[in-house]
């Protein structure tokens, strides 16, 4: 078992004896850790050792928001808009337990909510509705598990299937959130001419969109043809002219055709279920602005097989919504393949590093970093948080995580962390960057107490 070098007993060292505090795997009551401390303090340095300590067996995430935390053997990828390198959101978990449509759908708006910009309550059912129907158009039904199987495609993929006409390759892949985009730029149009979006109405649909087509072409001819004094070639302004008189008696023909095949009488409520157009269109905008980040396009990340995968995530600090809805959305897929794989009688299997808590932390019981530290134990699932000050991890965090390392605070920390940890204030003045700190262990059979700590002649991990 794992068995990791914190330092020397504090006050123990200062009367000449050297007494270690050791982390034990098979001793603490539960694998999460938290690492407070201001820059320099060391965090990276312990983010290290906890990582290279851990089992051989153990798959560890590393979110790494610095881009500074380097492991020894660890597939490192990239996150930005140049490498195009995301998960798609759309991707189910196929377990009928802990996957399908519906915590798909639920994953992507509390990713979006996760965000300073949350949805309204209408956006909200009108991203629901535009999930679940993009689904429904690849065959995939929340009520039937077996429909979940497909397969996952790359945006090459994809495109190449487009040009090759590979109508039935691309029902056989999941969607994305341009197909999401496309379905809904559609029903966008059917609300603006009250058509239903089926066979009828999106026959009429596009005999319409090829008549406006057709007559802006039109128009910027004959603009061109006044700019020149009224030269230009007549019989090409004939042709489009002509062009323009088929698309416009096809898109009446094809208008008037859903109108005699109209059967049920419930065809214009359909029209109008995404609720109006204003609230559809501002769906939409949120789409695309998500979908140009490029965090969530359908090109898997290279991990390959990789046991210790590294995210580097520097290039989304410019924005921290998307930064959130990045690492909240791929905390729960985590969470969620955790659970399908069943307990692990109390062994560590996978843990997710994530620096910055303060980014990340908050009291919603929602929270996958409260998730994890309230019911992933018994999946094998661990956190280990990093952060400037323990003011920065939630009340559920520092009570449930096994292990708490205070390394040096800021003195404008020392009140609220003292509060928060129920440390004495006086204790926290003897800490010294990369020297002295305090570390609490919930250790099987014993109190759990905050133990000072020298680091000063730490040795290697054993």
């Known amino acids: 078992m794992s068995k990791i070098l914190i330092g020397n007993d504090f006050w123990e060292e200062r009367k000449g004896n050297k007494l270690p505090v050791y982390w034990q795997e098979s001793q603490v009551s539960n694998h999460h850790v938290g690492v407070a401390g201001t820059s320099g303090s060391g965090k990276t340095h312990w983010i290290r050792e906890f990582v290279t300590g851990m089992p051989d067996d153990v798959e560890i995430d590393i979110f790494d928001y610095h881009g500074d935390i380097e492991i020894p053997g660890a597939s490192t990828v990239m996150f930005s808009e140049a490498t195009r390198y995301g998960f798609n959101p759309?991707?189910?978990?196929?377990?009928?337990?802990?996957?399908?449509?519906?915590?798909?759908?639920?994953?992507?708006?509390?990713?979006?909510?996760?965000?300073?910009?949350?949805?309204?309550?209408?956006?909200?059912?009108?991203?629901?509705?535009?999930?679940?129907?993009?689904?429904?158009?690849?065959?995939i039904f929340g009520n039937s598990p077996r429909s979940w199987v497909k397969r996952e495609a790359s945006e090459t993929e994809i495109r190449d299937m487009i040009e090759k006409k590979n109508w039935s390759g691309l029902r056989d892949v999941y969607p994305s959130l341009d197909d999401v985009i496309q379905f809904a730029r559609r029903k966008l149009k059917a609300l603006w001419m009250g058509v239903e979006d089926k066979e009828t109405g999106r026959n009429a649909l596009g005999a319409f969109d090829d008549y406006c087509k057709a007559q802006s072409s039109l128009n910027q001819l004959r603009t061109k043809m006044n700019r020149s004094g009224g030269s230009g070639n007549d019989e090409e302004l004939e042709k489009m002219e002509k062009r323009m008189e088929s698309s416009k008696a096809k898109s009446i023909e094809s208008f008037t055709t859903f109108v005699n095949s109209m059967d049920t009488g419930r065809e214009f409520e359909e029209a109008i279920k995404y609720n109006s157009k204003d609230v559809l269109l501002s769906v939409i905008t949120r789409l695309e602005n998500l979908s140009s980040t490029g965090i969530f396009n359908p090109n898997p990340p290279p991990f390959?097989?990789?046991?210790?995968?590294?995210?580097?995530?520097?290039?989304?600090?410019?924005?921290?919504?998307?930064?959130?809805?990045?690492?909240?959305?791929?905390?729960?897929?985590?969470?969620?393949?955790?659970?399908?794989?069943?307990?692990?009688?109390?062994?560590?299997?996978?843990?997710?590093?994530?620096?910055?808590?303060?980014?990340?932390?908050?009291?919603?019981g929602s929270n996958p970093i409260n998730v994890i530290v309230n019911e992933m134990r018994k999946f094998g699932l661990a956190i280990l948080l990093a952060g400037q000050s323990p003011a920065h991890f939630s009340q559920d965090f520092i009570k449930n995580a096994g292990t708490l390392l205070l390394l040096n605070l800021s003195t404008s920390d020392w009140k609220e962390a003292a509060s928060k940890l129920r440390i004495e204030e006086k204790d926290l003045?003897?800490?010294?960057?990369?020297?002295?700190?305090?570390?609490?262990?919930?250790?099987k059979g014993q109190a759990a107490a905050f133990r000072q700590v020298s680091f000063q002649q730490r040795e290697s991990r054993v």
Do not use: C, W
């Open 304 to 364: 390959g097989n990789a046991r210790i995968r590294r995210y580097i995530l520097k290039p989304l600090a410019q924005s921290e919504d998307e930064l959130k809805m990045f690492v909240r959305f791929r905390m729960r897929a985590i969470i969620r393949e955790m659970m399908q794989r069943g307990e692990s009688g109390g062994r560590l299997r996978r843990m997710i590093v994530l620096d910055e808590s303060k980014k990340f932390n908050s009291e919603d």
């Open 429 to 443: 003045k003897y800490f010294k960057p990369q020297q002295t700190g305090a570390v609490r262990m919930l250790e």
């Open 90 to 139: 759309l991707v189910l978990n196929t377990d009928q337990h802990y996957g399908g449509v519906r915590r798909s759908v639920n994953d992507v708006i509390e990713a979006i909510n996760s965000t300073s910009r949350q949805l309204g309550g209408n956006q909200e059912g009108v991203l629901r509705h535009l999930l679940t129907d993009t689904y429904m158009l690849k065959g």
